[in-house]
């Protein structure tokens, strides 16, 4: 029997985790050894804590790693060292007990082995679903859904593809809390005899498509989409780079607000700022895929939720799962949001969308709600 065939769950995760984590190893050649064998493997779904607040390091690139603190402050004794994707028991966010006025944000997460920066961690849950056996149908005719991941992170198994950069350079591909995709079939492993869903994106993607266990998909139903305030007139929304704060209106009454990251400098040579101006939404798209090439930042990033395309270079207000950063100007000229901050405005901007397919494309003058950026 070979190596491969003898490799437990246990043993297996350890070593995925070796490889994603980018804890080390002895030498460079064990290092290549690893990776000659560990592209054959399938990653299975972690069995994380169920239905409380955790942590995920959503940070740098694979084998990035950050320190523990015994306080919440950057001098304090480092105890112990956290890695990209890793999963921690979020207590509570606090305030840092010493400023640094090298940093915008001073807030810290507290876990039960010492407290990391909030910038490095997403807030996450897994809340398993129940299954579904048979998809709704669509008044199109069609079976589907849209779903969004509940679990930390999940493994998956292509069924077409990987065509995309994001899933076919990657060690593991991963899908990760709060991605949204669209869910056009269903089955029962052929190994464990889990059900799974087949999930692909329906908007600028290729076709790839994958297979993702159930339980870790929760099913968005049509209710959870309808309009917030439909037809109520002179809606707008003021984004504020300065304050990186996003308020809605209803003519002069404030009616949401949320802190945000727009863009801002990203080295010395480039920079991606938030366009500034008066905008009119042109599009929106319950789930997108967004790309870029070096010159625009260096990007491949499927299952964005909640878009809401202002500008015509592709500037949005969206979904954000990378990073914690609220408060801070880090984009590549988006407006990322939090995932409920950004579904309020995907819901409460006209025009409404319908479920299937989760997109409007607004064509002619003041028929779309107005997006205006300012410094002041």
């Given at each position: 029997m ?7 769950r ?7 985790a070796?490889a994603l ?19 054959t493997?399938q ?12 942590g ?9 790693h950050?320190?523990?603190k ?7 004794p480092?105890?112990?060292?956290v890695?990209?994707?890793d999963?921690?028991i ?6 840092a007990?010493?400023l640094?006025?090298?940093?915008i944000?001073?807030?810290?997460v507290?876990?039960?082995d ?6 490095y961690?997403?807030k996450?849950?897994y ?6 056996m ?14 969004e991941?509940v679990?930390?992170?999940?493994g998956?198994?292509f ?12 060690i ?12 056009f ?5 052929p190994?464990t005899?889990k ?8 908007h600028?993607?290729?076709e790839d498509?994958y297979?993702v ?5 929760r ?7 309808e ?11 003021v ?13 002069d ?16 040579e480039e920079?991606?700022?938030?366009p ?5 939404i ?5 789930s997108?895929h ?25 500037a ?5 799962f990378w990073?914690?950063f ?9 407006v990322n949001a939090?995932?409920?901050d ?12 319908p ?19 300012v410094?002041?």
């Open positions: 070979s190596d491969k065939k003898e490799i437990s246990r043993e297996f995760l350890r070593l995925s070796l984590g980018g804890m080390a190893l002895s030498g460079k050649s064990g290092s290549k050894r690893l990776m000659d064998w560990l592209p493997l990653e299975e779904t972690p069995e994380f804590l169920a239905n409380r607040l955790l995920r390091i959503c940070v740098g690139e694979p084998g990035a950050f320190d523990l015994s306080e919440p402050y950057w001098d304090a480092n105890v112990g060292n890695w990209r994707d999963v921690v979020w207590n509570r966010e606090v305030i007990s010493q640094n006025p090298n940093h944000n001073q807030r810290w507290e876990t039960p010492g407290y990391i920066y909030a910038e961690v997403q996450v849950r809340d398993p679903q129940e299954p579904l048979k998809l709704p149908e669509t008044p199109e005719g069609e079976r589907g859904m849209w779903v991941i679990t930390p992170y999940t998956m198994t069924e077409r593809g990987p065509s995309q950069y994001w899933a076919r350079e990657a593991r591909p991963r899908l990760y809390y709060s991605q949204i995709f669209w869910a079939d269903v089955r029962q492993h190994d005899g059900p799974q869903y087949c999930l692909m994106q329906l600028g993607a290729y498509s297979w266990d159930a339980e870790v998909c099913w968005i139903t049509p209710e959870e989409v309009p917030i305030h439909p037809g109520v007139p002179d809606k707008h929304i984004v504020n780079i300065n304050y990186q704060t996003m308020i809605c209106y209803e003519g009454k404030e009616v949401y607000f949320s802190k945000v990251t727009t863009g801002g400098y990203s080295n010395l920079r991606w700022l938030t500034l101006g008066i905008h009119t042109w599009e929106k798209r319950l997108t967004m790309s870029a090439g070096p010159a625009f930042g260096n990007y491949d990033i499927p299952g964005i939720g909640w878009t809401t395309l202002f500008d015509i270079n592709g949005a207000i969206h979904s954000t990073h914690n609220f408060g801070k100007p880090m984009s590549h000229g988006c939090r995932p409920e950004a579904m309020w405005v995907w819901r409460w901007t006209e025009p409404a969308v479920y299937y397919p989760g997109k409007v494309t607004i064509q002619g003058l003041n028929k779309s709600t107005q997006v205006e950026v410094e002041a």
